[in-house]
């Protein structure tokens, strides 16, 4: 596999925030999203084995796993890893842009999908993959970067036309004091069934 870095940090966003976590951050993105943050990914890395990044894994003996990107799902090997990660008890989520199609999954799986629906300020709406918001379960998130009403009109109609039982986080691009307060007036009008995502380790400025 081609690994950008393997880190240790506390999740800063999504349902395990705040825990200490084991960040594998997979190198390679074929997209453009306008606010990334990890464009180095898309260009640096080495290869290492599944033995080899276990190795580094359990070393960090954090129980929460992160894979990321980069986009995650370009890489063949990623699920073998994932299934590697569960047999040694991990709690294991996917980072995923949306824009590439996840598995088709007829058991019930233990690991979940924080998962992007990426809106017009992305600059990459056009290339979303609505057929994996059926695939995602209860347990996962569908993050969605909002800027200002236009992106909340988005997002309000592509969950009419393509339903999905994910939980629903509304994370304001950059924590912007403005578009929290937007979202905030969103989700108590019922508008969007969902939640405020803050990302915690910009506000901490912890990696």
């Given amino acids: 596999m081609k690994v950008c870095e393997i880190f240790s940090s506390l999740q800063g966003e999504g349902k395990y925030t705040g825990y200490p976590t084991t960040f594998i951050r997979l190198a390679g993105c074929p997209f453009s999203c306008s606010f990334c943050d990890t464009e180095y990914s898309k260009k640096e890395g080495k290869k290492m084995s599944i033995d080899r990044i276990m190795s580094q894994v359990n070393k960090l003996n954090n129980r929460h796993i992160c894979i990321t990107g980069g986009e995650p799902l370009m890489q063949e090997e990623t699920l073998s890893l994932v299934y590697e990660l569960l047999s040694f008890s991990y709690n294991v989520s996917i980072e995923t842009s949306g824009l590439i199609p996840i598995e088709k999954c007829g058991y019930s799986r233990t690991y979940s999908y924080c998962m992007d629906l990426k ?89």
């Fill in 119 to 207: 809106c017009p300020c992305s600059g990459m709406s056009d290339k979303n993959c609505f057929d994996n918001l059926k695939e995602l379960r209860e347990t996962d998130e569908l993050k969605c970067v909002v800027k200002d009403l236009k992106d909340i009109d988005y997002i309000s109609k592509v969950l009419k036309k393509y339903p999905t039982k994910a939980q629903i986080i509304l994370s304001p691009l950059d924590n912007d004091f403005e578009v929290c307060n937007l979202i905030i007036d969103v989700l108590k009008a019922g508008k969007i069934k969902g939640r405020l995502g803050i990302q915690l380790h910009k506000i901490l400025k912890i990696a």
